[in-house]
């Protein structure tokens, strides 16, 4: 009957090979603590063979040793060169991200228009500050076109923009204009039949 790699031992790190894995499996079992390491830098040899473009990376010799911790699962008592990965610094998960559960208004403007806005707010009046709202302005649009392909009203960014700002940012929808962005289909993969 044949035996297939699905009934074999699982590969720690499936890229390296089940010939290697069968090295590192009998490197273990060596007695000699002299002979286990000569066997490791063998084995680090033929890793090395096997992915020339990793010796172009600076630290690429720390990479192959902590490969081989790994794939003898921390257990190869021999006399690294390099300070080896230790299965409790392997194993750690990190730390949870804390994530802000603020209150976003308008989902599809995102918190970041949002953050602009109070920036445009703060900011004394002028012509940068204009320029500014005529920036969140055209983004929000083109935000607003994304969920409506249908096309976007201008009055209601400058509805949203006077909501968001409290009031103090209005635009005359007489005297201002935003940007017409065009929604392109994207290419059709059918190819054109010749006559």
Aim: glycine share 2%; with cysteine; hydrophobic share 35%.
């Amino acid at each position: 009957m044949l035996t297939y790699n699905t009934q074999l031992k699982h590969l720690i790190l499936p890229e390296y090979g089940r010939n290697i894995q069968q090295m590192v499996d009998h490197c273990l079992s060596l007695e000699d603590r002299e002979e286990r390491t000569r066997c490791a830098y063998s084995i680090i040899s033929s890793m090395a063979k096997l992915f020339p473009k990793i010796r172009e990376e600076e630290d690429y010799q720390q990479k192959l040793w902590d490969h081989l911790a790994i794939m003898s699962d921390f257990k190869l008592d021999i006399d690294y060169p390099v300070e080896p990965l230790k299965a409790d610094n392997f194993n750690s998960r990190p730390e949870k991200v804390p994530y802000t559960a603020e209150h976003i208004r308008y989902r599809h403007y995102g918190k970041d228009v949002e953050l602009m806005i109070n920036k445009a707010v703060s900011m004394e009046e002028g012509p940068e500050r204009d320029e500014l709202v005529m920036l969140i302005a055209n983004h929000m649009k083109k935000l607003l076109l994304s969920v409506n392909a249908d096309g976007v009203d201008d009055i209601k960014i400058f509805k949203d923009l006077a909501d968001y700002s409290h009031g103090a940012i209005r635009l005359d929808p007489e005297t201002v204009r935003l940007h017409e962005f065009k929604i392109i289909a994207p290419p059709s993969n059918k190819k054109k039949k010749k006559r």
